[in-house]
């Protein structure tokens, strides 16, 4: 039989060994990466949802910059959502965390935080929390973003996600951005970015093209 301490899928699965105990509870790291619409927030509400099926204590949390949708849910392009906890920085989300009683804690758009993110998200998981964490891994130049490659060496699993290449149906790793805007912090939807395959890509701004 296999071993329900093991991931499948990249998720830590073993619900039901998780120890009342803070201290005898195991933590982890898993990042769900991938372009816009690939997925991610889906899949980090699908976990949410099951662990909370699973009568988990859980925390949601998101960057306040990212208000597309809602200031206070977490929502997918599709509509599921789900309340979530809108801070500024990792600092604020750590003196938000309820360390001593949460089992699950989940982050959306955690490229937008800043690097202080991965000694935070390393010391839930050394605490015993099960730390979800989904992102982009690239920007809208296909370069690495934000606090992505740090937080992806030290998951232990780590979920990379694709879209439908809005160009030609293939499997898409890149977001291009459609609209002028400088910088990698610049929130968009639909409008703003399609989701394109590494040939279909132009990395920086594309409008029309
Ligand atoms: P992410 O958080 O990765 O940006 P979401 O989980 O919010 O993605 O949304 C995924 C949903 O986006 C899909 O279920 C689908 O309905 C929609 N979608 C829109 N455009 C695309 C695309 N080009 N490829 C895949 N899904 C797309
Ligand atoms: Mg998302
Ligand atoms: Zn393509």
Known sequence: MADPDQSQHGEHLSYDLAPESRRL????IEVVCGSMFSGKTEELLRRI??????????????????NRYDDVKVVSHEGLNADAIPVSTAKELMSLA???????LGIDEVQF????????TEELANGGVRVIVAGLDQDYRGLPFGPMPNLMSIAEYVTKLHAVC??????????QRLVASEGQLFVGGAAAYEARCRRCFVAGVVSGA
């Not at 509870?25 to 982890?28: A, D, E, L, S």
């Not at 935080?113 to 935070?120: L, N, T």
């Open 166 to 175: 809005a160009r030609c149906g293939a499997a898409a790793c890149r977001s």
């Open 98 to 104: 309820r360390v001593e009683d949460t089992q699950v």
């Open 113 to 120: 935080f800043d690097e202080d993110i991965i000694a935070a």
């Open 25 to 28: 509870r195991r933590g982890c």
């Open 49 to 66: 949802k099951r662990a909370k099926l699973a009568k988990q204590r859980v925390q949601l949390f998101k960057p306040r910059v990212d």
